[in-house]
């Protein structure tokens, strides 16, 4: 069965450092996801992808994350000057449409995280 | 605002006890409920939606729009069934998951 993959699985850095999160969607999925769990607190949405352009990013997306489909492939999050504050397990998820015409919303897919650490 | 609470953030029975996790949520559209699971050093995977109406693994889990909640609910746990359990919605303006904080169930043998 087809997963979402993630890659590293954890991330140490410097703060200030420039960190780039990997993850290859599921293969014939249209839609790509970011979120964030910090330590003892819930997953939240950071950022969602369609058609090669953000569509939506929450509050939390600000000037320092950037996402790119740079190939087929790979969907990545950089996060451009860390903080400690980042210290967090990042999640990706992918799926197939949504279908605001159906009136179902489809499943989302996660990968298994990267944690990272900022020190 | 878009909301989801679920009080519990530990919760332990017996194996073979019925368990109910809660949900409740705070959405002024027609939002999607989900229940998502994560087994131990696994990812998150979808359990249920309420849309679908189904049950699995034995578990199941009715939209109640009056009390705006969403509980999970098994009559007899299993050990296989201790894991962290996220309630989620999705709303009807976007494609965006907001989770409630998660509940970390343990079936004690």
């Known amino acids: 069965e087809p997963e979402v993959t993630q890659t590293p699985s954890h991330q140490v850095t410097q703060m200030g450092q420039e960190v780039i999160l990997r993850c290859v969607p599921i293969s014939n999925h249209l839609y790509f996801y970011w979120y964030r769990q910090i330590l003892g607190q819930k997953v939240e949405f950071l950022v969602s992808?369609?058609?090669?352009?953000?569509?939506?990013k929450s509050e939390i997306f600000d000037d320092q994350f950037s996402v790119e489909r740079p190939d087929g492939s790979n969907f990545t999050l950089k996060i451009r000057s860390t903080k400690l504050e980042d210290s967090a397990m990042y999640f990706c998820?992918?799926?197939?449409?949504?279908?605001?015409?159906?009136?179902?919303?489809?499943?989302?897919?996660f990968g298994p995280g990267t944690r990272l650490t900022v020190l | 605002a878009q909301r989801v609470t679920q009080p519990e953030k530990l919760l332990s029975v017996f194996k073979g006890a019925p368990v109910e996790l809660k949900c409740n949520y705070s959405?002024?559209?027609?939002?999607?409920l989900f229940w998502y699971v994560q087994y131990s050093r696994q990812r998150l995977q979808l359990l249920l939606r309420?849309?679908s109406r189904e049950s699995i693994k034995g578990f199941t889990a009715d939209l109640n729009k009056g009390e705006t909640s969403f509980h999970l609910k098994k009559p007899f746990a299993q050990e296989e069934d201790s894991a962290m359990y996220y309630c989620a919605l999705i709303g009807n303006t976007g494609n965006q998951f907001y989770f409630g904080t998660g509940t970390s169930l343990t079936v004690i043998p």
């Open positions: 309420h849309i």
């Open positions: 959405y002024s559209g027609s939002p999607e």
């Open positions: 998820a992918s799926s197939v449409a949504v279908g605001f015409t159906t009136g179902m919303k489809n499943e989302q897919f």
């Open positions: 992808f369609y058609n090669n352009e953000i569509s939506e």
